[in-house]
């Protein structure tokens, strides 16, 4: 007989600072919430988690049940009316199949905090279990950037997260997860996943897989699932610094079997190396002033000059509407440049009645909080493109999905096309702005939204990169934000941190936690 596995994906980064609250409308925008069949129409043949579970499941001969697809644009806290809607037809498909399952494989984030729940993913978790009991195997993937808990390890025998930051290895997480459930599920292995944690809100390169310290220990981790039979997976996780909850920061998985003390020193070796390297910094972040000189002198016979603002990054939960990279270009008198996208629903509404060509005064951005990214810009614009903003994606990251801004608009504001959208997403792939008539080739400067995942798509067009703060939600400097939940000390917080006295503390507090409970 095949074996039966439920799956869906699932998943939500929640910025804990963001005053917009993430509803069920903001899953839809994304993308759907795609059910079933049409969830695997959808995503199968794409880089998704989904496409690495059928890879498996088509391979091995099971019967997949596959309950849904959602996921919404970072964001704050999920409302429980949303949790609800997305994580109860989950749950309840496992107890409607519950006499016939073997296993379960879910494609989350790590990251999902709710107006209700610290920890989405570990209440999520917590409910299956309650249905199909302590025993069946449950598969998870994450994203590198999950704020891992201990009742996410507690309660899935297996757990893999991407390996690449820009993302690109999304199937190959889903196909490496459910590899290891298929064998857990024939009884050959009997998979658990252990931990070890630091005190840290982030790594501190952000988890960048294209340079730095992250490169060797993933080398590292490869290495010991290549190796070692005994282990499946090995995942690090960089964290994600924007939720003030107790279980934020970066953490070392390993999944594995047999002598868990060497696993977990393995692991311990891992989070050491981090600790080690907590004051590396990859990244120049420029100011926008110095960002927008440089681009006025970049050459016109170069290949473009990117600048992301990786403060405003809507891919971290940031608004996607601060002005001021956008104030700066202007000023600096820059031309031939793009620019997007500028997250403001008031403008984009207001441009879909106006005939393509028109002449326009508008107040752009700058709407949602003021404090971060500046105050609205106002500024008098061509408008070049207005619509609906459907389009496919062909780069790495998202290549074959459909995604959309909602109404879009594009203003050609003096020196600089202007892509104004409704639905806030960080720039990922070229057809953002191409299929709204903005071919960033063509363009001397490409300016966009994005910390790291614009690399994927726009590093290989482009002559040189450049990074700016422009003050916005997501900067890179975590001391101005006001924690209140994370436990201290914790780096950059504090000062002077011994890492053995703090293991030592903790691993107290988990004793006590556990033989409370």
Request: glycine residues 10%.
């Amino acid at each position: 007989m095949p074996f039966t596995v439920l799956s869906a994906e699932f998943a939500h980064e929640t910025n804990t600072f963001s005053q917009v609250h993430t509803g069920y409308d903001r899953f839809l925008a994304r993308s759907g919430c795609l059910q079933g069949d049409a969830a695997i129409a959808a995503r199968g043949h794409a880089n998704t988690e989904l496409g690495g579970f059928l890879e498996v499941a088509q391979a091995q001969g099971w019967r997949l049940i596959h309950v849904l697809s959602a996921s919404a644009n970072p964001g704050g806290p999920v409302t429980e009316d949303a949790f609800e809607r997305l994580a109860g037809p989950i749950v309840e498909a496992a107890r409607t199949h519950r006499d016939s399952l073997h296993g379960i494989a879910l494609g989350l984030h790590g990251a999902m905090v709710t107006t209700v729940h610290d920890d989405g993913e570990g209440e999520l978790l917590r409910r299956l279990r309650a249905v199909v009991g302590p025993d069946l195997p449950i598969a998870i993937t994450l994203d590198l950037h999950a704020n891992v808990t201990r009742a996410m390890c507690a309660l899935a025998n297996i757990i893999v997260s991407y390996k690449t930051y820009p993302h690109v290895d999304m199937r190959i997480a889903g196909r490496h997860a459910a590899g290891i459930l298929h064998r857990a599920m024939t009884g050959a292995i009997r998979p658990v996943t252990l931990q070890a944690r630091l005190p840290m809100l982030g790594e501190t390169t952000g988890g960048r897989t294209d340079k730095g310290p992250m490169l060797d220990w993933l080398a590292q981790a490869r290495a010991m699932e290549a190796g070692d039979p005994q282990v499946f997976a090995v995942s690090l996780n960089a964290g994600f610094a924007h939720a003030d909850i107790p279980e934020v920061g970066p953490s070392v998985l390993v999944t594995c079997e047999g002598d868990l003390p060497r696993h977990q020193a393995f692991a311990e070796q891992l989070a050491d190396a981090m600790w080690e390297a907590r004051f590396a910094q990859l990244t120049e972040y420029l100011s926008v002033e110095a960002a927008a000189a440089r681009c006025a002198a970049w050459p016109a016979d170069n290949r473009p000059l990117v600048v992301a603002d990786y403060s405003d990054n809507p891919g971290g939960g940031a608004y996607g509407d601060a002005p001021a990279l956008l104030r700066a270009l202007l000023e600096a008198g820059v031309q031939q440049a793009c620019f997007g996208p500028m997250v403001d629903p008031a403008v984009a509404a207001q441009l879909q009645d106006v005939p393509v060509s028109t002449e326009v005064d508008v107040l752009l951005g700058g709407k949602t909080d003021p404090r971060f990214g500046g105050p609205p810009l106002p500024v008098r614009g061509t408008l070049r493109w207005r619509g609906e903003g459907l389009y496919t994606g062909d780069g790495p990251m998202i290549g074959g999905q459909q995604r959309n801004w909602g109404p879009t608009a594009v203003l050609q504001v003096e020196g600089v096309a202007v892509l104004v959208v409704t639905n806030a997403a960080q720039m990922w792939d070229l057809q953002q702005f191409k299929t709204f008539g903005i071919d960033p080739q063509a363009h001397r400067v490409v300016a966009l939204k994005s910390a790291q995942h614009f690399r994927a798509a726009f590093e290989p067009i482009s002559g040189a990169v450049i990074v700016c703060d422009s003050g916005a939600l997501c900067g890179p400097d975590y001391r101005i934000l006001p924690y209140r939940r994370v436990p201290r000390p914790v780096f950059p917080l504090d000062d002077g941190i011994d890492l053995s006295g703090w293991r030592a503390a903790s691993a107290a507090r988990n004793a006590s936690t556990s033989s409370a409970s």
